[in-house]
T-cell receptor, first 110, second 112 residues
């Protein structure tokens, strides 16, 4: 069964304390891995798309990387405004369907 | 500004009533999607449409119906046959196969 697993479920960081979120996947024919940020009560906001192992994307304090089995979202020197739930999703080969993980809820304490 | 709008933001209904959730996009995207989000679960696909006048069932289509008469619009009807309709509903669109999906702000439906 195709799966997307995110860890940890929740993460609490002090402001400035860098860390990484993990997204592991077991899908065949990966056609793209996506990272989203979701604030409470709002729709997910697109962050990054990664297509092949070794690929990296950066945006401000966030950096996403991809291997054949997992992706990491590295957060460098986070600020309280980075607090949100971060969702990972994968697109399988040949389908429009996208499988989402359950997310990592990040809290950054001032 | 291009984007996806969903209305209303909050919706309350009694059991046994059908309700329609609106989704409109001005991104000129061909594909549109409806997801349901429940606490502790990943987004689950209800229906998707790759092109006007065509749509396919997702993983949890029972008790839901959709139409795609215009490229910009993809309304979702939650029927009385849906056993647990209370949830946060998200509409999304993408430019086609492959690219990322962009989401609307969501509609929170409460059925009592």
């Amino acid at each position: 069964e195709d799966q997307v697993t995110q860890s940890p479920e929740a993460l609490r960081l002090q402001e400035g304390e860098s860390s990484s979120l993990n997204c592991s996947y077991t899908v065949s024919g990966l056609r793209g891995l996506f990272w989203y940020r979701q604030d409470p009560g709002k729709g997910p906001e697109f962050l990054f798309t990664l297509y092949s192992a070794g690929e990296e994307k950066e945006k401000e304090r966030l950096k996403a990387t991809l291997t054949k089995k997992e992706s990491f979202l590295h957060i460098t020197a986070p600020k309280p405004e980075d607090s949100a739930t971060y969702l990972c999703a994968v697109r399988q080969g040949g389908y429009q369907k996208v499988t989402f993980g359950t997310g990592t809820k990040l809290q950054v304490i001032p | 500004d291009g984007g996806i709008t969903q209305s209303p933001k909050y919706l309350f209904r009694k059991e046994g009533q059908n309700v329609t959730l609106s989704c409109e996009q001005n991104l000129n995207h061909d594909a549109m999607y409806w997801y349901r989000q429940d606490p502790g679960q990943g987004l689950r696909l209800i229906y998707y449409s790759q092109i006007v006048n065509d749509f396919q069932k997702g993983d949890i289509a029972e008790g839901y119906s959709v139409s795609r008469e215009k490229k910009e619009s993809f309304p979702l009807t939650v029927t009385s046959a849906q056993k647990n309709p209370t949830a946060f509903y998200l509409c999304a669109s993408s430019a086609g196969q492959g690219p990322e999906q962009y989401f609307g702000p969501g509609t929170r439906l409460t059925v009592t």
